[in-house]
């Protein structure tokens, strides 16, 4: 290496460094109740559907040991095991991580489900702000919140500090979702935990929520579609801009391997498995023949892709530059 490329990479690695610190920088006094003491941002991914911009932020991801106490619950384990290998996975651990997104349709700036919140950054979650906020975008900037349900890692985020976390947004939620979970019934149920915090995230943010059904619109190129079955009232939504159309699948698929090439098996976050089984195959078919793009939470970040139909199920194909041409 001469001089003079020497002088160019330290010129460049001089350079880089500053803006790493700025952007931690200004995330840190973007939010002051935020506990921000990364090196780096979040990942991020923004691309274009249409006229809309979409910025999907990954707010963590978490390993498990033993897959198969999660998914393929109603499977023998080798069985499970022997699905991830034939996928070049581990058979003994897996991750899920978790991908809100923001959709900017130039009228409205709209925040699908907001991750864990403050009570998961201890653990290097709860890092959706922090990712908007490396992305240009302010907690102030989103105009509306949709929950597509009400598990404790999409509403996680509701709140910060005991405050709004997006003081200048409405929210939209499916009726039968928010009915099911603040019912005084589900003390002393297995859903206690989850009634507990929608109760404590969710229900003082009741006054500015509009409830929807299934077919109704968010915004113009937003409408809301029921996909029951992972919990009583799971939604997903269909977005649509100049031609070009996108599924938001939420948790419709949990695993880009396990859920998706065998929809049929049970999984444990599932609340009605038979339902929830029946949804993934009546929206992967659709999404298959149709050729259409899904994002899905927990898929592999930045968690949009297609699917194929495979024998029993489908194959999950990651994006690449179908949204930059």
Known sequence: MNRRMLLGSAGFAALAAPMVMTRAALAQQADTSMDINH??????????MGGFELVVVKDGSRPSANPGETFGT?????????LLADNFLP????????????????????????????GARAQGGGRLIEGL???????????????????????????????????NAR????????????????????AENGHK??????????????????GASVVSGVTAEAAFGH???????????????????????????????RPDWEVKFDMDKAAAAATRKRVFDMAAADRL??????MPFPAVGYVEKLDMGYRFVPKSYQFDI
């Open 39 to 48: 090196a780096m941002p979040p990942e991020t991914h923004r691309f274009k």
């Open 74 to 82: 109603d499977q023998p384990v080798e069985a499970v095991g022997e």
């Open 91 to 118: 058979t003994d651990q897996f991750v899920n991580s978790f991908s809100p997104v923001l959709v900017n349709t130039g009228s409205d700036i709209i925040l699908f489900d907001t991750g864990f919140g403050e």
């Open 133 to 167: 906020t490396a992305a240009g975008y302010k907690r102030e900037d989103v105009s509306i919140v949709v929950l597509t349900h009400m598990h404790g890692d999409h509403i996680g985020g509701l709140m910060e500090s005991g405050k709004p976390a997006f003081p």
């Open 171 to 190: 929210y939209v939620a499916g009726r039968a979702e928010y009915d099911f979970w603040v019912d005084p019934g589900r003390a002393g149920t297995p």
């Open 197 to 214: 915090g929608v109760l404590a995230n969710v229900k003082p943010l009741a006054e500015k929520m509009t409830f929807v059904e299934s």
């Open 231 to 261: 919990t009583p009232g799971h939604m997903i939504y269909r977005l649509e801009s100049e031609g070009r159309q996108l599924i938001l699948a939420a948790d419709t698929a949990n695993h880009f391997v396990l859920s998706l090439q």
């Open 293 to 298: 793009p899904f994002l899905g939470y927990h």
